[in-house]
């Protein structure tokens, strides 16, 4: 934010330090020297970086190891890992940066109106002339950093769904192998043990030594969740076990790493969280399979109680046993009832021989009478068969037949005699009219050179050559001349 900086006169600027009375002889020495710098410069103009370098010299000298109290707003990471975020109240506001390096050591993630106190110092971005709270560390007001970072990570997750109830996987009953987690020095790992061989010895238990405390706590603890997950299968590990004693927030803080969490989520072995006290929740609680409060009773959920299992199977087979004794006693009732109502096994021969005769008596009849009606039904068709044969309608069929063959053969030689009649009468006719009847009395036909019959004497020149057509056969002739007929 860019603000008007107004140069005081010399004497002005003395009169100022001399009632000045939160500065030290140092800072009054070096203002000293910048006010007859000013001085001095004032009789030529300054540039833009001139003057800002001024005011940045004035500004951080001034204001230094500051503790602001504030509302966070326009919070922004960079790529970098630097934050820029604004400070305001209800009146003001001023821009501030936290470089990656003071960044580092923040517990919570700064957001958007969270209330603040920071300490740091003034200084001026000389690129565009703004002055910034340029802050060294963060702290939440009234709220301790590891709890709101506690909450910000609880938010998160359960949000993604990694605290759901159905997300939680079955504790196996009775496990084959118990797998831990936690540190080796301590009292934790001893405890836990001693609560095994009271509860259920001999169930085996691979133990992964960790760091639960200080930096390398949540690398070590992760790599114990994927070493015993890894080797599941060939160790037949059912259940594993990932906690440490008691202690503060900050003892326990590893407990609270998204990482380590997450690892937990994605363990494919059932997970008991166990750490610190009942008290104590952490966020490997929320996402663990099943809590419990203190280490030692994570035992006490993995296994069961050798001593209760073995006076439950003495509790149910005892129970078995009278059940089977009074399921014996009423089945041997049964029986001897059953007996006294049956007579010696002869006697129920006899019967069932009697009973067998009487059905053979029966189906005998029952077949006869079957019998006996199949041959009525029999004689029954053959009758209708009879009548309704083919062969009773063939002899009045085949004497009609043959009537009916006679009258055809009649009717054929009478219409043969009939067309042979005609027949004959038509060549009669056909002879009494023909040219060679006429020729067989003498007479003969005049034919020209293309054998068409001549029938006057017209058409005829003398000299033409003819034909003459007669009984025997063809005379070659010609004409020697022409004699028409008067008609009278």
């Known amino acids: 934010m860019q603000i008007p900086f107004e140069v005081d006169p010399p004497e002005k600027v003395e009169n100022r330090d001399e009632k000045s009375e939160t500065l030290s002889p140092q800072d009054q020495e070096s203002s000293q020297s910048q006010l007859e710098s000013l001085s001095k410069q004032q009789q030529k103009p300054l540039t833009v970086t001139q003057l800002t370098r001024q005011i940045s010299l004035l500004l951080e000298g001034k204001f230094q190891s500051l503790i602001v109290e504030a509302e966070l707003s326009n919070v922004k990471k960079a790529a970098s890992g630097h934050w820029y975020f604004s400070l305001k109240d209800d009146q003001s506001q001023i821009r501030g940066v936290m470089f990656r390096n003071a960044a580092a050591g923040l ?132 259940v594993l076990i990932v906690g440490r004693g008691g202690g503060s927030m900050e003892d326990l803080w590893a407990f609270n790493d998204e990482k380590l969490a997450r690892a937990i989520f994605s363990s494919e072995i059932p997970v008991i969280s166990a750490v610190g006290h009942e008290t104590d929740f952490t966020i490997a609680d929320f996402v663990s399979d099943l809590r419990a409060p203190t280490p030692s009773s994570a035992l006490e959920l993995a296994v069961p109680n050798k ?76 009758e209708k068969l009879f009548l309704l044969s083919p062969e009773r309608e063939l002899a009045p069929q085949g004497h009609s037949l043959k009537i009916l063959q006679e009258r055809l053969i009649r009717a054929i030689g009478l219409l043969n005699k009939k067309k042979s009649d005609s027949v004959r009468q038509q060549m009669d006719l056909l002879d009494s009219l023909s040219p060679l009847s006429v020729m067989n009395r003498g007479y003969s036909v005049a034919l020209d050179k293309k054998g068409k019959s001549l029938r006057s004497v017209k058409k005829i020149h003398s000299g033409e050559e003819l034909q003459v057509r007669m009984e025997d056969g063809t005379l070659q002739t010609k004409v020697m001349s022409v004699k028409t007929e008067q008609k009278t």
């Open 307 to 382: 001593q209760d299992l073995k006076y439950t199977v003495s509790q149910k087979q005892e129970r078995l046993q009278r059940t089977l004794l009074q399921m014996l006693g009423r089945l041997q009732e049964i029986f001897e009832a059953a007996q006294r109502r049956l007579a010696s096994p002869s006697t129920a021969l006899r019967q069932y021989a009697q009973r067998v005769d009487d059905l053979d008596s029966l189906l005998h009849e029952r077949t006869k009478r079957q019998l006996q009606n199949l041959r009525i039904k029999k004689s029954g068709i053959a």
């Open 107 to 238: 517990r919570f993630e700064p957001d958007n109106g969270l209330e603040v106190v920071v300490r740091g110092n003034i200084t001026v971005y000389q690129m565009r002339g703004d002055y910034q709270l340029m802050v060294s560390s963060m702290e939440p007001k009234g709220l301790g950093a590891l709890q709101l970072a506690f909450e910000q990570l609880k938010a998160k997750l359960e949000e993604e769904g990694l605290f759901a109830p159905e997300k939680k996987r079955l504790i196996p009953f009775l496990p084959r192998k118990i797998g831990i987690v936690t540190s080796s020095t301590g009292a934790v790992i001893h405890d836990m043990l001693t609560v095994l061989e009271r509860r259920f010895p001999g169930i085996p238990v691979l133990f992964f030594p960790a760091a639960v405390q200080g930096e390398t706590a949540v690398p070590s603890l992760v790599e114990g969740i994927n070493h015993m997950n890894n080797i599941r299968d060939s160790a037949q590990i059912d």
